[in-house]
């Protein structure tokens, strides 16, 4: 089992850039397929970005693709989330997830590990 730790959120003007992390303990996120959700207030919770378990596939929500990226650091067993042109409507709560299976997904049900969330609030 692998437990799930994110931070790096906060308050950010639109343009702006912020860094999230996902840092895992247990056992080594080379075992999962990862993706980050979002959840908007009032909205449902949705799929952002999903990476391999080398990294090699990668697969961005056209909202947010070309501004964010997704990107692992085995040896200090984290995945991050780089945002950058911030826009107010990417404010939400930015989760990150563990897949154990070996099939790339953007449903979140599919997913078995979650971390608590960081917010990001993007001010116009």
């Known amino acids: 089992q692998v437990q799930l730790v994110e931070s790096g959120g906060g308050l950010v003007q639109a343009g702006g850039s912020l860094r999230l992390s996902c840092a895992a303990s247990?056992?080594?996120?080379?075992?999962?397929?990862m993706a980050w959700f979002r959840q908007a207030p009032g909205k449902e919770r949705e799929f952002v970005v999903y990476?391999?378990?080398?990294?090699?596939?990668?697969y961005y929500t056209d909202s947010v693709k070309g501004r964010f990226t997704i990107f692992r650091d085995n040896a200090k067993n984290t995945v991050y989330l780089q945002m950058n042109s911030l826009k107010p409507e990417d404010t939400a709560v930015y989760y990150c997830a563990a897949d154990r299976s070996f099939v790339l997904t953007t449903d979140l049900g599919r997913y078995d590990y979650w971390g608590q969330g960081t917010q990001v609030t993007v001010s116009s």
């Open positions: 247990g056992r080594s996120l080379e075992n999962y397929n």
């Open positions: 990476s391999s378990r080398s990294g090699m596939i990668t």
